[in-house]
């Protein structure tokens, strides 16, 4: 069993500054690629940045300039910088690992529950 949690959400002033954190824990042999989602009520999930084991990272057009994925391996972490935050970034964010389970299977997507981002104009 592997489990993802994420944290650091709430309610931010536009222009204002969050960090989400996301930690994953349980039966780890493997931690992959790492995203960040975000859906709002009515639509669909959305990609919001993703990196790599070694720290290669992608991030959305929207999001570009103001938010940074990072993540500590040693410790099964990973983050989202998210500053000059605007009401349109609003959502429930999502964390997302391929996890391995052991050394003989392939690594499975899991997600986090969510947590929401509430930006005020």
């Known amino acids: 069993q592997v489990q993802l949690v994420e944290s650091g959400g709430g309610l931010v002033q536009s222009g204002g500054s969050l960090r989400l954190s996301c930690v994953a824990s349980g039966n780890i042999w493997g931690l992959y690629d790492m995203a960040w989602y975000r859906q709002g009520p009515g639509t669909t999930r959305e990609l919001v940045a993703e990196i790599t084991r070694p720290g290669a990272t992608r991030y959305a057009d929207s999001v570009k300039g103001r938010f940074t994925i990072s993540r500590d391996n040693a410790k099964n972490m990973l983050y989202l910088q998210m500053n000059d935050l605007r009401p349109e970034d609003t959502d429930v964010y999502f964390c997302?690992?391929?996890?391995?389970?052991?050394?003989?299977?392939?690594?499975?997507?899991?997600w986090g529950q969510g947590i929401q981002v509430t930006v005020s104009s």
């Open positions: 997302r690992a391929e996890i391995a389970t052991s050394s003989g299977t392939g690594a499975h997507d899991t």
